[in-house]
């Protein structure tokens, strides 16, 4: 036992390790966090019980049916056949089968199946909204380490720039040409550079532990991302036309499981007036049953089991009429609940319209920025590209000095990180856009 233990222990270890180490597109990450997060699986066991509750509302409409079987024992004084008392010993076998059948409840029973059916519904658009908020959150992280693995790049160029410029400075001391505070200046700024690489890089891994854990892997280790191809990212036109939040949010409203749900369980406090109201009327049954018995007097004399029990055996058929003629107020106040019930659950139903509205609202305006950012890091980094080549020639030629290289370095490289930035954030928000309209989240 203890050896297919350990079998079986490499095997999932093998198996996690092999999931691990290959490299994970955008929507195999979104695929694997919705079959593995803990709260899209406790979101499933809602659904479960909703269904587990319409089947039990279902099976009210059949009849229901119990067998009993008694054995009674009498010691001491007692009533006789002769109708007088003594002191015997008696026994009593029986045995009883019935069934009983609910003819009119009011409705009561098909509305409640009704409501179960529509909780059922509402509980699926809850566990849809609960793959929703794991396909951003997992877009976004996504996003996010593509954007450090561009600062990355970014560092990296700086250390080479930077390694590039010590070397020359400490050709030219050689030749007389620098001095040794020029040579000591630029290594310090090529350890600042490695320092700032060395936190990108720290970044970059914090972004891969972030998404390893959305999609409950047991360890970052191993685990990498997709790298699109530059020319493959959804840039589209910086002048792409937005569609305005009204446009946007009236595409929402229809799809959006988060509002499905609710609207749905608004519609279900309508059922719930009816099933209150069921109690003021009267309800009619209708049952049914057969029996038998064995009887024993010690002293008398008796006919045999088998004699007794087809001599004893009796049937039945009833109709059950109950009215209800006062009850407390109790019904009264239960449809006086229900519609209050009804109340909240609409204005649970509007909060949820506005925070939609607002969520897009918010994306919106994200986008619009977004545009606006993307087109200026665009036109900064060409013009910081152009001033940095003019001023690494003057440097070279002896016309500008290290310090004036240096800055417009940094004013590039920093031009370059803020395009990233703004680059991934449009392409994120852009893409929010589109799910609020029902399409994919994908890029």
């Excluded at 009119?104 to 849809?128: C, H, R, W």
């Excluded at 191809?229 to 036309?241: F, H, I």
């Excluded at 949820?352 to 665009?378: C, F, G, H, P, R």
């Amino acid at each position: 036992m203890k050896r297919i233990f350990i079998i079986t222990s490499i095997l999932a270890s093998a198996i996690t390790a092999s999931a691990q180490s290959k490299t994970w597109s955008m929507r195999e990450c979104i695929d694997y966090a919705i079959d593995h997060n803990i709260t899209i699986k406790q979101q499933q066991n809602q659904a479960r019980q909703q269904q587990i509750q319409l089947d039990d509302n279902r099976g009210n409409h059949l009849p229901t049916v119990d067998a009993s079987i008694g054995q009674n024992f009498s010691f001491g004084r007692g009533l006789t056949a002769q109708n007088t008392y003594e002191n015997t010993n008696t026994s009593n076998t029986s045995f009883q089968l019935g069934a009983s059948v609910p003819i009119f409840t009011g409705n009561k029973i098909v509305n409640a199946v009704k409501l179960s059916q529509l909780n059922l519904d509402a509980s699926l658009a809850d566990l849809e909204k609960a793959r929703d908020d794991i396909r951003t959150q997992v877009a976004k992280a996504y996003v996010q380490i593509l954007y450090d693995m561009e600062i990355c790049d970014v560092a990296q160029r700086q250390i080479a720039i930077d390694s590039m410029q010590v070397y020359r400075l400490e050709q030219m001391l050689k030749a007389g040409k620098a001095s040794k505070a020029e040579v000591s200046q630029q290594r310090a700024t090529l350890a600042q550079s490695r320092l700032t690489a060395t936190n990108a890089d720290n970044n970059y891994r914090l972004s891969l532990l972030a998404l390893s854990q959305l999609l409950e892997l047991p360890s970052p280790e191993g685990f990498a991302i997709v790298r699109p191809n530059p020319d493959e990212l959804p840039l589209g036109s910086a002048e792409a036309t937005i569609p305005s939040p009204d446009l946007i949010y009236n595409e929402a409203l229809g799809i959006k499981p988060q509002v499905r749900a609710e609207q749905l369980r608004l519609t279900g406090t309508d059922y719930n007036i009816k099933i209150a109201r069921a109690d003021y009327l009267p309800t009619l049954s209708f049952s049914a049953g057969l029996g038998t018995n064995y009887y024993k007097t010690s002293g008398f004399d008796a006919d045999g089991f088998g004699k007794q029990l087809k001599n004893n055996f009796s049937q039945y058929l009833g109709f059950n009429v109950s009215i209800p003629v006062f009850n407390h107020f109790s019904t009264r106040n239960k449809i006086r609940t229900a519609k209050i019930d009804q109340e909240n659950q609409s204005l649970r139903l509007e909060n949820t319209k506005k925070d939609l509205y607002k969520e897009i609202q918010q994306v919106y305006y994200n986008a619009v920025a977004s545009v606006s950012k993307y087109s200026s890091s665009q036109e900064a980094v060409n013009s910081n590209a152009d001033a940095f080549e003019l001023t690494r020639g003057k440097y070279e030629n002896g016309k500008a000095t290290i310090t004036e290289f240096n800055e417009q370095k940094n004013n590039l490289l920093k031009a370059e990180s803020d395009l990233a930035q703004a680059k991934y954030e449009y392409i994120y928000q852009r893409a929010l856009i589109n799910f609020y309209r029902g399409k994919t989240l994908n890029f």
